[in-house]
């Protein structure tokens, strides 16, 4: 079974900065393409950023420049840096990991104030 866990939401004014972690645990390998999602209310949820393990990434046009994805093998931890934040940007986000199905985590709520 694989269990993730995600920390680093919270609050912050337009244009500060967040780190959000996703830390894994149980039957993974390093291998596991993971991801961010985001889902804002009344909005369809969007892929926001992946990492596979050699380090190809893939960016929404909306943060490219701005959010930066990167893992940890060795810690089996998928971070995402957020840079330059937009009020656009509020969503709870949820990484996931692909491990024969699709894993998610528990989603944390980011808030971007104007």
């Given amino acids: 079974q694989v269990q993730l866990v ?8 337009a244009g500060g900065s967040l780190r959000l972690s ?8 390093s291998i596991n393409p993971m ?5 804002a209310p009344g909005k369809q949820r969007e892929l926001v950023a992946r990492i596979h393990s ?6 929404a046009d909306s943060v490219k420049g ?5 893992r940890d093998n ?3 931890t998928v971070y995402l840096q957020m840079n330059s934040l937009k009020p656009e940007d509020t969503a709870v986000y949820s990484c996931y990991l ?9 989603g944390t709520q ?5």
Avoid: H, M, P
């Fill in 6 to 13: 995600e920390s680093g939401g919270g609050l912050v004014q």
């Fill in 54 to 59: 050699i380090g190809n990434t893939y960016y």
């Fill in 98 to 106: 692909d491990y024969i199905k699709r894993y998610w985590g528990q």
């Fill in 35 to 39: 991801g961010w999602y985001r889902q």
């Fill in 22 to 29: 996703c830390a894994a645990s149980g039957s993974i390998f």
């Fill in 74 to 76: 060795a810690r089996n």
């Fill in 66 to 70: 701005r959010f930066t994805i990167s």
């Fill in 110 to 114: 980011v808030t971007v104030s104007s």
